[in-house]
T-cell receptor, first 111, second 115 residues
Framework: QKEVEQDPGPLSVPEGAIVSLNCTYS??????FMWYRQYSRKGPELLMY????GNKEDGRFTAQVDKSSKYISLFIRDSQPSDSATYLC???????????FGQGTELSVKP | GAGVSQTPSNKVTEKGKYVELRCDPI?????LYWYRQSLGQGPEFLIY????????DSGLPNDRFFAVRPEGSVSTLKIQRTERGDSAVYLC?????????????FGEGSRLTVL
């Protein structure tokens, strides 16, 4: 079993839709939870991070962490064609710098 | 530019050959990471450096893989006796310290193809 599980999609939605992306994980020692966005043939870039449980909002993006269920989510409101990319969840222990990534979900937002 | 620079961007080699991939991190970033990303997969951790020393090399798949960062800046990932299964995009990232927020700055990767 992988430490971090993510549905690879692909996910296709119309412009303006609300998108929900999710990851589950098995190790309760993870303390930091991140969402990265990766455009084709580019390196990943950080979208949002959350420490421990809770919600965090940044513009059209909301990240949620439920440590009791070992489940994290990213919501994108009013999705735009420019949001079309692969979204990677990532997690980190309290100590050390290593990030563990999910498989990534490929999102396509159609105009 | 001010970002992480990786060379070469593409490398095609034959099975059994030796390959070096170079990473030039953002100036002032003390931590440097190597990841490997296969098609349709997320980045897989290989090794990270804090300064000149490897702080965690638990992701290196076997002893054909080796990485160095002799002066605490540029890093080289070395792969000996390449195999077809080594074909992937090798991503380098850097961060200030150990990036408590999880913010790593990635380069665009070196795409390795082993024929």
């Amino acid at each position: 079993q992988k430490e971090v599980e993510q549905d690879p999609g692909p996910l296709s939605v119309p412009e303006g839709a609300i998108v929900s992306l999710n990851c589950t994980y098995s190790n309760s020692a993870f303390q930091y939870f991140m969402w990265y966005r990766q455009y084709s043939r580019k390196g990943p870039e950080l979208l949002m991070y959350t420490y421990s449980s809770g919600n965090k909002e940044d513009g059209r993006f909301t990240a949620q962490v439920d440590k009791s269920s070992k489940y994290i989510s990213l919501f994108i409101r009013d999705s735009q064609p420019s949001d079309s990319a692969t979204y990677l969840c990532a997690m980190k222990y309290n100590q050390g710098g290593k990030l563990i990534f999910g498989q990534g979900t490929e999102l396509s937002v159609k105009p | 530019g001010a970002g992480v620079s990786q060379t070469p961007s593409n490398k095609v080699t034959e099975k059994g050959k030796y390959v070096e991939l170079r990473c030039d991190p953002i100036s002032g970033h003390t931590a440097l990471y190597w990841y490997r990303q296969s098609l349709g997969q997320g980045p897989e951790f290989l090794i990270y450096f804090q300064g000149t020393g490897a702080a965690d090399d638990s992701g290196l798949p076997n002893d054909r893989f080796f990485a160095v960062r002799p002066e605490g800046s540029v890093s080289t990932l070395k792969i000996q006796r390449t195999e077809r299964g080594d074909s992937a995009v090798y991503l380098c990232a850097s961060s200030r310290g150990l990036a408590a927020t999880g913010e790593l700055f990635f380069g665009e990767g070196s795409r390795l193809t082993v024929l």
